[in-house]
């Protein structure tokens, strides 16, 4: 007997996570039998993006009845989500929600708070040239 968890894209990530909660806590075992040795649970996923973390590494390799079976196209980009050096701009979701407009005129936009809007350019490029904040400064 075993038990068999499958997914797609965002549901193989929750097949991966479904299958180590099911090892780790001991749920792969028959119920009231302390003896047992359960049964393996085999998880197969398709188009998975990366899940977890090394910690999460270390649970599946020490799970001798934890397999599985990741089935992937070589260029399908979901497979880097999220890139190995994710980074994440906070500055440019702020000036861009955080503020008041009067009517249809872009040059009306008022910031509601007192950040300097060339941190927006910190490390990107992402302001409008009129603002003329050099790029990655």
């Not at 180590?20 to 085999?42: E, F, H, I, R």
């Not at 989500?81 to 702020?94: A, I």
Request: proline share 5%.
């Amino acid at each position: 007997m075993s038990i068999t968890v499958t997914g797609h894209s965002l549901g193989s990530v929750l097949a991966t996570l479904n299958a180590a909660d099911l090892v780790a806590n001991g749920y792969y075992k028959p119920t009231g039998s302390d003896t047992a040795s359960g049964c393996v649970v085999m998880t197969i996923v398709f188009a998975s993006p990366r899940v977890g973390d090394s910690a999460l590494r270390t649970v599946f390799e020490e799970q001798n009845l934890l397999r599985v079976l990741r089935i992937t196209n070589k260029n399908d980009i979901v497979l880097d989500v999220p890139p190995v050096l994710f980074l994440h701009n906070l500055e440019n979701y702020p000036h861009g929600i955080a503020g008041t407009s009067q009517g249809d005129d872009d040059d009306d936009f008022v910031l509601a708070f007192d950040r300097d809007i060339s941190l927006v350019n910190k490390g990107f490029d992402l302001l409008n040239d009129k603002h003329r904040v050099p790029p990655n400064w």
